[in-house]
């Protein structure tokens, strides 16, 4: 996994935008103007942050080492994902839908 295949993948969802709000640094995907991935361009590692059900943020963050709480977002929402290789790319897929699901859901 790497960063364009994040990013092709976000922009193959319906409605999907791609956005730079925070500068060059930062790829932000939306839907319904609403963020459900955020890509940081300046990092060594593949990391990225999605929205998720808190009750599943805890349990993930739990479960793999990899998830830690949403780096400069609302830890309860928000996941930090570092795509290192420890966790299976199907997974990783299923949490960036799992995002998109939750965020397209709200309509603004």
Known sequence: MNIETIREYCLKKPGAEETLPFGPDVLVFKVNNKAF???????EDIRFNVKCNPDLAIELREQYASVLPGYHMNKKHWNTILA?????SKKLWEWIDHSYDLVK???K
Request: hydrophobic share 35%.
């Open 37 to 43: 991935l955020l890509l940081p361009l300046d990092t």
């Open 84 to 88: 290192d290789g420890s966790i299976p």
């Open 105 to 107: 859901g709200k309509k």
